[in-house]
């Protein structure tokens, strides 16, 4: 639905670090929620879920660089997230990327994320993926709060639900396997909030285009 819709909205503020800092930890989905695909079979079986679902949070995550000149060999980890379910492709099982692909290219499945101009170059420069049908949810983010600067993921949790999502794994190893439990939430939870404030920010702009019906 377009943003664009709300031209009377009030402009919300844009919480300061400092503010975040002092809010509620996010929890987020819990582990047994989260289910990791290492082999054929539960490769055919994440595909099947996820294909009945026309909208997905998405995300990927690879080890840092630390050294000046270092160019990352990731994504090492591919998230896809529905409201009950985050499912995490280790890319180092190649049956994993051959399945995600069909998801990640088929354009009748909307793939919602933030900062999906980096997933979208570094996944078709390692496997050749191309990413399609997607929605950069900073951007609209920004539309619809009216906020000027740019929002990302934990900006975009404090602002809809009032809590602060952690960013303490985002610098771990993510070529390793298996994956430690913190590691399995960061990853989940990034790709799972993406899409709970897409449908969020969806369910605020039609009710607000009932209100202003009325």
């Given at each position: 639905?377009?943003?664009?819709?709300?031209e009377?909205?009030?402009?919300?503020?844009?919480?300061?670090k400092e503010?975040?800092?002092?809010?509620?930890?996010?929890?987020?989905?819990?582990?047994?929620n989260i289910?990791?695909?290492?082999?054929?079979?539960d490769?055919i079986?994440?595909i099947?879920?996820?294909?009945?679902?026309?909208?997905?949070?998405?995300?990927?995550e690879?080890?840092p660089?630390?050294?000046?000149?270092?160019?990352?060999?990731?994504?090492?980890?591919?998230q896809?997230?529905?409201?009950?379910?985050?499912?995490?492709?280790?890319?180092?099982f190649?049956?994993?990327?051959?399945?995600i692909a069909?998801?990640l290219?088929?354009?009748?499945i909307?793939?919602?994320?933030?900062?999906l101009?980096?997933?979208?170059?570094?996944l078709?420069r390692?496997f050749?993926?191309k990413?399609v049908?997607?929605?950069?949810?900073?951007?609209?983010?920004?539309?619809?709060?009216?906020?000027k600067?740019?929002?990302?993921a934990?900006v975009?949790?404090a602002?809809?639900?009032?809590q602060?999502?952690s960013?303490?794994?985002?610098?771990?190893?993510?070529?390793?396997?298996p994956?430690?439990?913190?590691?399995?939430?960061y990853?989940?939870?990034?790709?799972?909030?993406?899409l709970?404030?897409?449908?969020?920010?969806?369910?605020e702009?039609?009710?607000e285009?009932?209100?202003?019906?009325?």
């Amino acid at each position: 639905m377009n943003t664009d819709s709300l031209e009377n909205k009030d402009p919300m503020e844009r919480p300061t670090k400092e503010q975040i800092r002092d809010l509620p930890i996010y929890n987020g989905i819990s582990l047994d929620n989260i289910i990791v695909v290492t082999n054929k079979a539960d490769s055919i079986s994440a595909i099947a879920e996820l294909r009945t679902h026309s909208c997905l949070g998405f995300d990927t995550e690879s080890k840092p660089c630390f050294i000046k000149g270092e160019v990352s060999d990731g994504p090492h980890l591919i998230q896809l997230a529905t409201k009950s379910k985050v499912f995490l492709f280790p890319t180092k099982f190649y049956e994993n990327v051959t399945a995600i692909a069909e998801i990640l290219s088929d354009p009748t499945i909307r793939k919602v994320g933030f900062g999906l101009k980096e997933d979208k170059k570094i996944l078709f420069r390692k496997f050749g993926i191309k990413l399609v049908n997607t929605e950069e949810l900073s951007s609209k983010v920004m539309r619809f709060t009216q906020i000027k600067q740019r929002v990302g993921a934990r900006v975009a949790v404090a602002i809809f639900f009032n809590q602060r999502l952690s960013k303490s794994a985002q610098q771990s190893n993510w070529s390793i396997f298996p994956l430690h439990d913190h590691q399995k939430k960061y990853a989940a939870n990034d790709a799972h909030t993406a899409l709970l404030i897409e449908l969020e920010i969806e369910l605020e702009i039609e009710l607000e285009i009932e209100r202003q019906s009325h």
